[in-house]
C-alpha cells in the first residue's frame, strides 16, 4: 500500500505503509542510534512524536519483549529507509512490522531518510502526516499539520498508581535491600528501575502528579525524577511539588525532563532546540574531570546555559558538539541532575557510574 509522509513545510516523502493502516499527524523527529531500535520504539519520551531513523535498515535482529523500556510502545509513528524483511537473532519472538501492527503505530517505509534528515537539520523540527490516502487536498492537510501541538503527554505516559519493586525483579540482580529510593515517573524507563535495583535499592515508583508531602513522608533515602516526553514549561504542578523536594534534604538525581524539571523548579530557564540530540553516541564533557564520556540521548529541550543563579547549580557537563547544558549541580545540596541517559539502552554504558554517585549522595 502506498504511504506518503508530508511535512508543513509542503515537502512530500512518497513511500510504502508499514505497521498499521491509519492516518497520523505528529511532530517528527530523528534519532542517529544504529542499534535499539525496541527500545526507542518503547521510550515514554516520544509520546507525541514520530520518529525517523537514520541507519538506513531497522529489524535484522527482530524484536524481543525482554529488551522493552515499559508495557508498549509510545511514538505516533515510524519512519524508516528500509524494513528488513528477515530478521535473525536467538533471542528473536517477533518481527518488527508484526510489533508496529500490534502497538498501532504507522510507518512508512521507503523514504530517503538521508534527505528528510537534512531538512530537519536545517530548517529545525516540524510536524507532519503520515498517511494511505493517495487523494488527499495538500492545502486541507498543510492546515491540520500545522495546528498539531505536543501537549499532555507526562500525564498520558506516567503510571497513575505507586509501584514498589525489589531487588531480582525486572531482570536485575537479586540482593538485600541497603537504601529505600522513591521515583517520580515522568515517562520512566525501565532500565533507570533496573539499574537501581541493581545496586540493592527498592525502589517506589509514583506517578507524575503526586504530592511532595506523600514522598517526604515515606522515609526514602532519595528520589530519583525520571525522563520523560514534552515541554518542560508545561509541567506547572509538578514544579511546584519540586520546589518543595527542594527545600528537603532529601538526596535527589534526576534525568533528562527530570533535570529541566528541577532547574526550572529553581528559576532556570528551558528553550526547544533546533531538532535536539536524539541517539547513543552523544559526547559530553565531565566539567570537573575534563573527561569526555559517550552517551545516550532522547531530548527536544534544553536548560538554558547561565539561566540558572550560579549560587544555586553549577554547570558540571556539556555537550562536546553544540556546548548545551548537560549536567547540574546543585550547591550546598545533595542533588544532581543530567540531560544524558546513564542508564542508556540503547547505547553506551560511560556515564551509568552516576548511578554510583547517588548511592554515594545517600550514604551522607
Known amino acids: 500500500m502506498k504511504a506518503f509522509l508530508i511535512l508543513e513545510d509542503g515537502t512530500v516523502f512518497p513511500g510504502t505503509s508499514i505497521g498499521a493502516a491509519h492516518d497520523v499527524i505528529s511532530e517528527i523527529v530523528f534519532n542517529t542510534s544504529m542499534t535499539g531500535y525496541l527500545e526507542i520504539l518503547t521510550d515514554p519520551s516520544y509520546a507525541g512524536q514520530a520518529v525517523v531513523m537514520t ?32 530478521s535473525s537473532n536467538f533471542r528473536k519472538e517477533a518481527g518488527i512490522e ?19 534528515t537534512k531538512i530537519l537539520r536545517e530548517k529545525g523540527t516540524m510536524n507532519g502526516m503520515i498517511t494511505t490516502n493517495e487523494n488527499y487536498n495538500l492545502d486541507e492537510v498543510l492546515e491540520q499539520i500545522r495546528a498539531y501541538k505536543v501537549t499532555g503527554v507526562v500525564k498520558k505516559v506516567s503510571r497513575d498508581q505507586v509501584e514498589t ?7 536485575s540482580k537479586a540482593g538485600t535491600v541497603s537504601k529505600k529510593v ?18 540493592g535499592c527498592q525502589v517506589t515508583v509514583y506517578p ?9 513522608s515515606g522515609g526514602y533515602d532519595g528520589l530519583m525524577l525520571t525522563n520523560g516526553p514534552g515541554d518542560p514549561a508545561e509541567c506547572v504542578e509538578i514544579i511546584e511539588e519540586l520546589k518543595k523536594l527542594y527545600a528537603s534534604d532529601l538526596p535527589i538525581f534526576a534525568i533528562c525532563l527530570g533535570h529541566q524539571l528541577m532547574a ?12 535536539g ?18 552517551s545516550s540521548q532522547n531530548h527536544g529541550y534544553v ?33 544532581r541532575t543530567v540531560q544524558v541517559h546513564p542508564e542508556a539502552c540503547a547505547g553506551p554504558v560511560d556515564s551509568e557510574f552516576l548511578f554510583d554517585e547517588f548511592m554515594e549522595m545517600m550514604e551522607v
Open 182 to 199: 522513591a521515583m517520580m515517573d515522568f515517562g520512566c524507563k525501565n532500565n533507570i528501575i533496573r539499574c537501581l535495583l541493581n545496586r
Open 303 to 335: 536548560v538554558v546555559d547561565n539561566s540558572l543563579d550560579p549560587s544555586v547549580a553549577k554547570t558540571s557537563f556539556i555537550n562536546v558538539n553544540d556546548g548545551t547544558v548537560e549536567g547540574l549541580h546543585y550547591t550546598g545540596k545533595n542533588i
Open 98 to 116: 508484526e510489533f508496529l501492527v500490534k502497538h498501532d503505530i504507522p510507518g512508512i517505509q521507503g523514504v530517503d531518510t538521508r534527505a528528510l
Open 165 to 171: 519493586y525489589q531487588p531480582g525483579e525486572l531482570g
Open 277 to 294: 540530540h536524539r541517539g547513543a553516541n552523544h559526547p559530553v564533557k565531565d566539567l570537573s574531570t575534563n573527561r569526555v564520556y559517550i
Open 264 to 275: 526550572l523548579a529553581n528559576g532556570a530557564k528551558t528553550e526547544k532546540m533546533k531538532y
Open 208 to 216: 507524575a502528579f503526586s504530592k511532595a508531602e506523600d514522598i517526604l
Open 55 to 86: 541507519y538506513p535498515l531497522i529489524g535484522n535482529y527482530g524484536i524481543c519483549y525482554s529488551d522493552m523500556e515499559s508495557l508498549k510502545a509510545w511514538p505516533d509513528g515510524y519512519i524508516v529507509r528500509e524494513i528488513s524483511r528477515l
